[in-house]
């Protein structure tokens, strides 16, 4: 009997993309993420104020200023998300509010609904998500050579999986594993969601998450984070690997150094196995 592949890849043959094109010809179809219409600069940029321009004007004209203020800020954080670049992104995001403020169009508007614009700033970063680790994503070719030393693991975990950047290397790496990305801003877990359809997007923290299922965390937080994530990594899952870019754990050997993408290393530690406990936790210092 042929068993049926897991969802994730069913879903994909449907829709080959260009992140399959890396795989290796001796793997089934890998499993990718919708693939994004690439505009040419500064397309994405022109289409996001004119939409957001046009939100705002036809919610002026039926006397809703801040209502249109508020869509149009909504909107253009919605396009910022999907284009690619830093500075760009900033382009997009910020091309409706300062050109209605260039332009005085804004003097309709009471003065707080200026802190309607912290709002979507809010949501992407909730204070926790803030102080564990800003937003940077996953360099695309940051953790090539992962699975040479892992081999393909069953089910993979992304702690704090922001756009699904780091997603989208992981299924580069491992395109059978089932691979699960948790994100504790509800809007960044919204639209790694939409981007990433072969995996599980859940918003959640990555503290409370038990990690025991999987047998390998990927994450890339900060350097304070990372005594709290291998003493997590050692409690729950012996055997099992940890993988963080650019920053180490403080004390502990890493099993090997990836070089990682843009000045970034990739650290790979192995999470000793199944120990009596104080046994366990000596091998984990
Ligand atoms: C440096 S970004 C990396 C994003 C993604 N891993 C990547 O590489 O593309 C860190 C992400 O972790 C998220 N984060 C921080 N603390 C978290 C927590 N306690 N639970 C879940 N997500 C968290 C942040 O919101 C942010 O999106």
């Known amino acids: 009997m042929n068993p049926r592949p897991p969802p994730h890849i069913r879903r994909s043959a449907r829709r080959p993309s260009a992140d399959t094109a890396v795989m290796s010809p001796d793997l089934p179809l890998a499993p990718?993420?919708?693939?994004?219409?690439?505009?040419?600069w500064p397309l994405p940029a022109l289409a996001a104020w004119l939409l957001a321009w046009t939100l705002f004007a036809a919610a002026a004209a039926l006397a809703w200023p801040v209502l249109g203020f508020a869509?149009?800020?909504a909107a253009s954080a919605l396009a910022a998300a999907r284009v690619q670049g830093r500075w760009r992104r900033l382009l997009v995001l910020a091309g409706f509010p300062a050109s209605a403020l260039a332009l005085g169009a804004t003097s309709a508007l009471p003065a707080w609904a200026w802190l309607v614009a912290l709002l979507p700033l809010l949501l992407a970063y909730p204070v926790r998500a803030w102080r564990d680790a800003p937003f940077f994503p996953t360099p695309a070719a940051a953790l090539q050579g992962l699975r040479a030393l892992t081999g393909e693991p069953?089910?993979?975990?992304?702690?704090?999986?922001g756009l699904g950047h780091g997603l989208a290397a992981l299924r580069q790496e491992f395109p059978r594993a089932e691979l699960v990305g948790l994100e504790w801003s509800p809007l960044l877990a919204l639209l790694a969601r939409l981007r990433r359809r072969d995996a599980t997007v859940r918003r959640g923290d990555i503290w409370a998450e038990p990690w025991g299922a999987y047998e390998l965390v990927y994450l890339f937080q900060r350097p304070e984070s990372m005594p709290r994530a291998w003493a997590k990594a050692c409690a729950e899952m012996?055997?099992?690997?940890?993988a963080s870019l650019e920053f180490v754990v403080p004390g502990v050997t890493p099993r090997a150094q990836l070089p990682g993408a843009d000045g970034r290393p990739l650290w790979l530690y192995r999470v000793p196995g199944s120990?009596?406990?104080s046994m366990a936790a000596a091998a984990c210092r």
């Open 154 to 161: 069953a089910r993979v975990l992304e702690a704090g999986c």
């Open 238 to 242: 012996p055997g099992g690997w940890l």
């Open 71 to 73: 869509l149009a800020l």
């Open 32 to 40: 990718a993420g919708r693939s994004r219409t690439a505009w040419p």
């Open 275 to 277: 120990l009596p406990g």
